[in-house]
């Protein structure tokens, strides 16, 4: 996992450094040609044009500028008050006006950098006029080539428009302590690690899953959450809608539940199962909502809540907070909206923690960037999905990936995570265009760890 920290963060670890303010200018500075150079593919006869700000930002900025200098490349600089309109000819531009001091709407006008023509722009730790905490930007400011961000990752590199603004990331270790972070990105060998192996001697009851889901006319999601559960892991997955036969795959056991007071009938034989999904497809109609209730208050194994499961518990999350055992929830940005009254802020990290802390359960904020927040505190960011996961019933299929990891005994936290990445990897496993959400749990196959 990599370090992910907040600008306040951020600067309580500059200031708890040993070392003094210039060494680590320097440090910095050292990396920013390092990266520029490489981005040049060398120095003679290359031309690079840092724009500096006042603070430490702009002093890496020059720093790598005499570093370049001294190896032969041509280096013009403009200072923050002397920035012009359009900048003169160049091969690269070092961007290091502000860095992560910048706040969009806190006061402090909309960058609008300087025209750079063709040239290449690496900006240092963020681009200028990209709000590091959020990643909102202002109009005007650069999307980099590259960005070098220094000992740890910031979220708005990761998360709304910044990811888009900052291109390649790299990060670069000068010395500095971050292992007090409680945000990390999740990497692929995290994945591998956590992603639960069935044992040579399992058989089928071992990580088995219990799906709630789909009604007459809405069994598309009950379907794809249940085929995802069974490509995932889980040795036995077993559906059942209210009021209709879910006519899903063979391998899926299948019953239909009647169509009101159906709780009970799922608690029969629940503590066979080691997860259980409720609410893809299943209805806004009153007696749903109150099976649902009733289901998620008494189920003494984990629980994965979606759709329209977090709909029946939006006007009281108690039902989820007073669950004794683990819940997952897995709002998209409409649903966060009915838990919480409000669409998530801008700090999509704190949105899912406040939700997290709330509901006392795993939140799995769904986005370009998924958070995964616990109810202490912590948080795994998920960057890997892209736009083929943008459409219908890609969520349902989250859902019984998720449930699977659950099942196999991955601790809730992580199995959301690992989810995330595992359904994105996926849907790379897939064309570039044409994806269905359906097409999902056959890649998962090549998916998994």
Not at 271 to 284: D, I, K, Q, Y
Request: hydrophobic fraction near 45%.
């Amino acid at each position: 996992m990599l370090p992910v920290v907040t600008p306040t963060q951020m600067a309580a670890i500059d200031a708890a450094a040993p070392e003094p303010v210039d060494v680590l200018i320097q440090r910095a500075g050292r990396a920013v040609a390092r990266q520029a150079l490489g981005m040049l593919g060398g120095a003679y006869g290359r031309r690079v044009v840092v724009l500096a700000g006042r603070g430490n930002n702009g002093a890496d900025g020059l720093v790598a500028g005499d570093r370049l200098a001294a190896r032969g490349v041509q280096v013009r600089t403009f200072a923050l008050d002397a920035l012009p309109a359009r900048l003169p000819a160049c091969d690269l531009v070092i961007d290091a006006v502000f860095g992560t001091g910048y706040r969009v709407d806190g006061g402090r006008a909309p960058f609008s950098a300087p025209e750079a023509g063709e040239a290449a722009v690496l900006a240092v730790d963020i681009p200028s006029g990209v709000d590091a905490l959020t990643g909102a930007a202002s109009p005007g400011a650069y999307v980099a080539d590259r960005t070098v961000t220094f000992q740890a990752l910031k979220p708005g590199q990761l998360i709304g428009s910044g990811a888009r603004h900052c291109g390649e990331l790299a990060v670069v270790d000068i010395g500095l302590d971050v292992t007090g972070a409680d945000t990390h990105l999740v990497e692929r060998r995290d994945v591998d690690r956590w992603w639960p192996r069935r044992r040579p001697d399992a058989h089928k009851w071992v990580g088995a899953t219990r799906i709630v889901a789909g009604s007459h006319g809405m069994l598309g999601a009950a379907r794809l959450s249940a085929a995802a559960a069974a490509r995932a892991g889980s040795g036995l997955v077993s559906l059942s809608s209210p009021g209709a036969d879910p006519d899903a795959r063979s391998e899926i056991i299948q019953h239909e539940l009647p169509p009101a007071g159906w709780a009970a009938d799922v608690l029969t034989d629940i503590e066979r199962f080691a997860a259980l999904v409720c609410g893809p497809g299943l209805g806004l109609g009153t007696e749903n909502a109150t099976s649902i209730r009733e289901l998620a208050a008494a189920a003494p194994i984990p629980l994965v809540l979606d759709g329209d499961g977090l709909s029946a518990v939006a006007d009281d999350l108690s039902v989820v907070a007073d669950r004794a055992a683990p819940t997952v929830l897995t709002p998209h940005d409409g649903e966060y909206r009915r838990l919480c009254g409000a669409p998530p802020e801008a700090d999509r990290v704190a949105a899912a923690r406040a939700l997290a802390e709330r509901a006392d359960a795993v939140v799995l904020l769904k986005g370009p960037t998924t958070v995964v927040a616990e109810p202490t505190g912590r948080v795994l960011l998920v960057d890997h999905g892209d736009e083929r996961l943008a459409t219908a019933g890609s969520g349902d299929v989250l859902t019984g990936i998720i449930a699977a990891a659950v099942a196999g005994g991955c601790p809730p936290l992580e199995a959301a995570a690992a989810g995330a990445w595992v359904h994105a990897e996926a849907a790379r496993c897939g064309p570039p265009t044409g994806l269905l959400a359906g097409d999902l749990p056959d890649l998962l196959v090549d998916a998994l760890p």
